[in-house]
């Protein structure tokens, strides 16, 4: 499958000029809105992809989800990312009512080939091996506002880790992701070569919380 993540098209920005740039983006922003006309559409496409182009920017999946949209069907973006999500992780997302309070859904993947990963961020402390990721959700199916924050949080995921502050001179590797039924409050689960295990709070783009 084609990256959800457009690895191929995006390039590395410092975080604050990337962040200016995404604020910028989202204003025009398609995401949680009904009245999509195919002439919407089309011009938002266009935008985005100027930004693609002229700064190497891509807003969270924006556009693929608006290619599909204009290809065949008015699919909401929450189910783009599940259908992404699915195909991405090994065995797509499954049911787990032990996996938080009130149930949620987990899935996993070792294939960091389709995850956005530049060098310029190498040098973090957390070091992204596997993904595994928690959401919540019932037996009805995942959480909508879970899977968007899930979906922003794996296309940013290379700059929230490299942001962590360096606890110590040896990395550790990361355990897990949950994103918690607060939102835009989610956790990353660390773990050293020792086998402690802790775990990094994050609100919305903000690290809050070590240890």
């Known amino acids: 499958m084609d990256s959800p993540f457009s690895v191929d098209q995006r390039r590395y920005l410092p975080w604050s000029e990337y962040r200016k740039l995404e604020r910028e983006i989202a204003q025009e922003s398609l995401i949680g809105r009904s009245d999509l006309s195919s002439e919407k559409i089309n011009s938002r496409i266009r935008e985005l992809i100027g930004f693609e182009k002229r700064y190497g920017i891509v807003y969270l999946g924006e556009r693929q989800w608006l290619e599909r949209c204009a290809a065949n069907s008015r699919m909401s973006y929450p189910v783009w990312v599940l259908y992404q999500l699915n195909s991405l992780l090994d065995k797509g997302l499954s049911e787990s009512t032990e996996a938080m309070p009130g149930g949620g859904w987990q899935g996993y993947t070792e294939d960091l ?88 709070e994050f609100f919305g783009d903000e690290v809050r919380q070590t240890g």
């Open 113 to 200: 080939s389709l995850f956005w990963r530049p060098p310029e961020l190498a040098d973090a402390w957390i070091r992204m091996e596997d993904i595994d990721l928690t959401l919540p959700g019932n037996d009805s199916g995942v959480d909508d506002d879970g899977l968007c924050e899930a979906f922003r949080i794996l296309h940013n995921l290379a700059y929230y880790l490299h942001n962590v502050p360096h606890q110590d001179s040896r990395p550790v590797s990361l355990h897990g992701i949950t994103v918690e039924r607060e939102p835009q409050h989610w956790t990353a689960d660390v773990i050293s070569e020792y086998g402690s295990v802790w775990s990094v």
